[in-house]
T-cell receptor, first 110, second 116 residues
Framework: EADIYQTPRYLVIGTGKKITLECSQTMGHDKMYWYQQDPGMELHLIHYSYGVNSTEKGDLSSESTVSRIRTEHFPLTLESARPSHTSQYLC?????????FGPGTRLTVL | AQTVTQSQPEMSVQEAETVTLSCTYDTSESDYYLFWYKQPPSRQMILVIRQEAYKQQNATENRFSVNFQKAAKSFSLKISDSQLGDAAMYFCAYRSRNSGNTPLVFGKGTRLSVIA
């Protein structure tokens, strides 16, 4: 079992709310990633980081933002949630040879 | 840009039989990693097997093995003696070793069903 954690695991929230999805890893990895995935579908990279104070946008345009102030922590924030944000969000960390995934946060925006 | 193609959206296999999942990729580079990841229903994604492009020998992990054809840019996954627990989404992925910090490139996935 990889040491990468995501909270909350499930979140139901109303439109317009600000939310932060937490991701932490204890493996000391510099590289961390956020993916959006509808159930049973392909992965879409939305943000990644290669170290503290480094963040990049991924392939999928996203209204979310991320920060990387500490190596082990890579939170994702939605300033104003909308129903179109309903999805599963996967966090991952790794090195060149392997990438470990967290259990995911299933977000529903009403 | 590199691309990864999984041409089989869905596959099924009888328990105890063998199944092969296809993956092709496009790259101009010679040094890279290839991966197969498994995502069981409502469970965490895990690495199944990894292949380094400079290694000619095909990687194996217990019942899982790959057929790596570098010239053809093909990287198929063979699952032998299929078990009910093998039912999952399987993603093929590519990472360059030469292009600095680049994320994994994933295929769209193949959903594998195992029939008892």
């Amino acid at each position: 079992e990889a040491d990468i954690y995501q909270t909350p695991r499930y979140l139901v929230i109303g439109t317009g709310k600000k939310i932060t999805l937490e991701c932490s890893q204890t493996m000391g990895h510099d590289k961390m990633y956020w993916y959006q995935q509808d159930p049973g579908m392909e992965l879409h990279l939305i943000h990644y980081s290669y170290g503290v104070n480094s963040t990049e946008k991924g392939d999928l345009s996203s209204e979310s933002t991320v920060s990387r102030i500490r190596t082990e922590h890579f939170p994702l924030t939605l300033e104003s949630a909308r129903p179109s944000h309903t999805s599963q969000y996967l966090c991952a960390s790794g090195d060149w040879a392997e990438q470990f995934f967290g259990p995911g946060t299933r977000l529903t925006v009403l | 840009a590199q691309t990864v193609t999984q041409s089989q959206p869905e596959m099924s296999v009888q328990e105890a039989e063998t199944v092969t999942l296809s993956c092709t990729y496009d790259t101009s580079e010679s040094d890279y990693y290839l991966f197969w990841y498994k995502q069981p229903p409502s469970r965490q994604m895990i690495l199944v097997i990894r292949q380094e492009a400079y290694k000619q020998q095909n990687a194996t992990e217990n019942r899982f093995s790959v057929n790596f054809q570098k010239a053809a840019k093909s990287f198929s996954l063979k699952i032998s003696d299929s078990q009910l627990g093998d039912a999952a989404m399987y993603f093929c992925a590519y990472r360059s070793r030469n292009s600095g910090n680049t994320p994994l490139v994933f295929g769209k996935g193949t959903r594998l069903s195992v029939i008892a």
